[in-house]
């Protein structure tokens, strides 16, 4: 029976250094502030709002809301970042998605300066974890499945690591990450031929398929360490589960991370820690 790795004790440690480093930075006369945008009041939204503005009263992160109409026009929301780029009390911008239809998504991403890219969702802070160079800031969802294997003291390097999606959220920055850490990766999506094989073959096995439950016991063996970045509602069974089929990787693996309860826990604490970063890289410019 695998161990489960659960998010809770990850997200306790992110806390701690975060809440020490705001401190610090309290103490010498910067108040590290978040400000969170949100278009319309979307259920998923509203959802993550709540949770971010909590964790971050934990930490001693201020976070402020800016919200716009739904039916705001595209040059309302630039404004709005416009003034929260040029104002140097904001430290961190998380613009909450996804945006109505009518907005382009992509206008938006640009507008955003990297060093206050806290979500990492700019061209920079993407070139930043593609390079190495730390510009920007991971998508906290990558960094927080990176956070789960940290905090395990699991070492990367010479592992074999398969990431299962190839998004610009998770898939793609969380291999980045991975092979930052000398782990030799490979990335598979829906078209990788005979994908169950390839599976099998990572000592780590990260998935972000954005596919309920896809992942199965054809595609593991023992040993193996399963990261579940997936999140879905299956209103079928009335539950929430991610893109690996749970019992059958309890069965399987040696570790795995549940749905809910495991990554996704993590990723405000690490939204906050992101904050803290850019407040302390401010005071270096």
């Excluded at 061209?123 to 930043?128: C, V």
């Excluded at 990766?185 to 990260?206: G, S």
Aim: hydrophobic share 40%; glycine share 8%; proline share 5%.
């Amino acid at each position: 029976m695998a161990e489960i790795w659960k998010g809770a004790p990850v997200v306790e440690a992110l806390n701690r250094q975060t809440k020490a480093r705001a401190e610090a930075l309290r103490a010498a006369g910067v108040e590290p502030v978040l400000a969170i945008v949100r278009v319309g009041a979307r259920p998923d939204g509203l959802s993550y709002e709540r949770s971010s503005i909590r964790r971050c009263s934990t930490v001693g992160v201020t976070a402020r809301t800016v919200v716009l109409e739904e039916n705001c026009t595209q040059e309302e929301l630039l404004a709005a970042l416009d003034r929260l780029s040029r104002d140097g009390s904001v430290h961190g911008i998380l613009v909450l998605q996804p945006l109505p239809a009518h907005l382009d998504r992509e206008i938006v991403r640009r507008a955003l300066p990297p060093e206050k890219d806290v979500d990492g969702i700019t061209d920079a802070s993407l070139a930043g974890v593609f390079t190495g160079s730390h510009e920007g800031f991971p998508p906290c969802t990558a960094q927080g499945a990176i956070a789960m294997l940290e905090h395990a003291g699991v070492s990367c390097a010479g592992k074999r690591a398969v990431v299962v999606g190839r998004s610009l959220v998770a898939g793609r920055p969380a291999a980045m990450l991975l092979l930052e850490k000398n782990a030799t990766v490979t990335i598979c999506h829906r078209q990788t031929a005979d994908l169950p094989a390839l599976c099998r073959q990572a000592d780590i096995l990260v998935v972000c398929a954005g596919q309920k439950e896809c992942i199965g016991r054809e595609h593991l063996r023992p040993g193996q360490i399963v990261i579940d970045v997936g999140i879905h509602w299956d209103e079928k069974e009335g539950r929430i589960c991610g893109d690996v089929r749970l019992q059958e990787a309890l069965e399987s693996a040696a570790a795995v991370t549940p749905v809910p309860g495991g990554v996704g826990t993590v990723t405000t604490a690490v939204l906050a820690l992101h904050t803290v970063e850019a407040a302390e890289r401010s005071r270096r410019i």
